[in-house]
């Protein structure tokens, strides 16, 4: 037969916050292990954290989070750019995020793609 209070306790024995479970010198060391370019995926392994989790952790600390979406100031600007003939390389460029990050916020935004330029002959 299963003993509630034995698992209840074992329930309070094990600190559910991320700040809690983790010292600062761990926190220090995953905060040096992102910069130093880590992926959240491998840290969020190696640590036993959500991505969530570490997302905050790292935000906490006023680490610059690698790859952000674009945010909607930035994609009305981005289909302004295109919409002038810009390249969605030259725009990603512009904005410091990747080729596909522009490509997917166009089309969410409804946005059609040109002919790719140049004949290929």
């Excluded at 989790?53 to 750019?81: F, N, W, Y």
């Excluded at 030259?90 to 916020?105: D, L, M, T």
């Amino acid at each position: 037969m299963l003993d509630l209070r034995a698992s209840t306790t074992l329930l309070k024995q094990t600190p559910r916050l991320l700040r809690r479970r983790l010292s600062p010198d761990l926190v220090t060391e995953i905060v040096e292990k992102y910069r130093s370019g880590a992926t959240t995926p491998s840290l969020c392994a190696e640590y036993s954290v959500s991505k969530g989790g570490l997302l905050k952790l790292l935000r906490d600390h006023g680490v610059q989070l690698r790859c952000q979406p674009l945010s909607d100031e930035q994609i009305r600007s981005a289909a302004a750019l295109y919409e002038e003939g810009k390249s969605l390389a030259a725009i990603a460029a512009s904005f410091g995020v990747s080729y596909n990050g522009v490509r997917q916020a166009l089309a969410r935004e409804g946005i059609e793609r040109r002919p790719r330029g140049g004949s290929r002959r």
